[in-house]
DNA sequence: GGCAACCCGGTACCTGACTACAGGGCGTTA
DNA sequence: TAACGCCCTGTAGTCAGGTACCGGGTTGCC
């Protein structure tokens, strides 16, 4: 009659896949819960909030390794603020490269596009051409 | 004393590994050349500009299938530069897309380490606690 | 007590684009 | 003809983040 949730129940609950918790548990991101007479897994409700974490940290792009670190500062007493936000800072430019390339990619495409006109054969694509270049 | 090159020399020109000029061959991204009498494949010339070809589609955003579709279009004697066009288009859209997913995570990340000061101990965190919140 | 629905651990598979390794054969030069 | 470097095939491993399957055990409800 307690409110101890099973495997399925938080993988429900947190919007993710019952495979997903148990390989959460085993990367370390969330604790292993005490089990039942049986060998079930019995959550307390933590644990939605922790995969839940998980999965907001990785919107805003961060891999399980960092979400990890995340976790690790948060438990850690003597943790600092300061820490967290440089991990945020780090990932600002890391997206902001990422954003650079996707930008230069997608300028050189338009511009290959703008140039075709899409007409006649592949044999006179401007875009082909370009890609062929020595 | 043939212009024959060897896959090293031809990985080499192209500026990939040797492997890699294999693993396209597995593809069907490059066309199987002949071989020597005891076995070593001859490749001209042609197998550079491909592979480079390829490599060049690929910094643009084109999967390797999508290489391979450029490259039918491209072969295909009735192949329309409108085709060739349409791709391009539709891959500028993707790579839209994925700006402007990296920009809302850019935007949100860039508010939170804001709204953060970087003061005191992780649990007063103001990005952790963001990312706990239901 | 029967039965469906669920959970267990362990292992294997998926995508994408390579990259590495093992064990053996070829090519060229001395 | 020996030696050395390069090439051959086939298989397996890498990264990330899961997802699927299997044979069996557990729960909970009627």
Do not use: W
Not at 69 to 81: I, K, M, P, W
Not at 102 to 118: K, N, T, V
């Amino acid at each position: 009659m307690s409110t101890a949730l099973t495997t399925g129940e938080v993988a429900d609950r947190a919007g993710v896949n019952l495979q997903t918790v148990r390989y959460y548990e085993r990367r370390g991101l969330i604790p292993e819960p005490p089990r039942s007479a049986g060998g079930f897994r019995q959550y307390g409700p933590d644990a939605v909030r922790r995969i839940r974490f998980v999965k907001r940290a990785q919107e805003l792009g961060f891999s399980l390794d960092e979400v990890d670190e995340l976790l690790t500062l948060r438990a850690d007493a003597d943790g600092q603020a300061a820490e967290v936000r440089e991990l945020a800072l780090a990932k600002v430019d890391d997206i902001a490269g990422k954003i650079r390339d996707l930008e230069r990619m997608r300028a050189s495409l338009d511009a290959l596009a703008a140039a075709c006109g899409g007409q006649g054969s592949t044999a006179d694509c401007s875009i082909l051409h370009a890609l062929d270049d020595d």
